[in-house]
C-alpha cells in the first residue's frame, strides 16, 4: 500500500510571488506539452473542476486553458515533485496546447549547428482562432 502524507502541497510561499511552474504532459504519450504558472486559486480550480487552470502572468489573473480557443486540458493526473515547488499535470489535450497552433509549446529544435528545425505541422492556424 503506498504511504500517504498529510502535508498542505504544493508550497506556493516556495515560489516566486506566490507562482509555481506547471509542467503539462500528455498522459498516453508522455510527450511534454507546455509550462504554465500557478498560484493556489489555479490549482484549487484545477483539483476542483478536473480542468487546467493555471496564472497568467501577462494579463495578472487566472487562465482557463481553452476559454478563448476551446483546446482544454482534462486532467488526468496532478503530482507534486519531491521539494512541493513543481507542479506535473498528465493531462488529456484536446486541440493544440501551444497559442501558435501546435500540439505542443516545444515544436522547434535546436539543431548542433545552432540552427532552428519545425518538424511538425501546425493543428490549427492561430488567426482562424485567437479572434
Known amino acids: 500500500m503506498p504511504a500517504t ?3 498542505e502541497l ?3 510561499a516556495a515560489g516566486v510571488d506566490g ?13 511534454v506539452l507546455m509550462m504554465a504558472w500557478m498560484n493556489p486559486e489555479a490549482w484549487g480550480e ?3 473542476t478536473g480542468q487546467a487552470c493555471y496564472f497568467s502572468r501577462s494579463r495578472r489573473r487566472l487562465w482557463r486553458k481553452g476559454e478563448t480557443s476551446g483546446h482544454r486540458q482534462r486532467v488526468v493526473k496532478a503530482q507534486v515533485d519531491c521539494d512541493a515547488d513543481c507542479i506535473l499535470l498528465q493531462v488529456e489535450q484536446i486541440g493544440a496546447a501551444c497559442h501558435e497552433g501546435y ?3 516545444f515544436f522547434r529544435t535546436v539543431n548542433p549547428d545552432l540552427s532552428i528545425a519545425i518538424e511538425e505541422s501546425r493543428l490549427v492556424d492561430p488567426a482562424e482562432v485567437y479572434r
Do not use: K, M, N, Y
Request: net charge negative.
Open 5 to 7: 502524507e498529510s502535508v
Open 103 to 105: 500540439a505542443s509549446c
Open 19 to 31: 507562482l509555481l511552474p506547471v509542467i503539462a504532459q500528455d498522459h498516453a504519450s508522455g510527450r
Open 10 to 12: 504544493p508550497d506556493f
Open 46 to 48: 484545477t483539483l476542483r
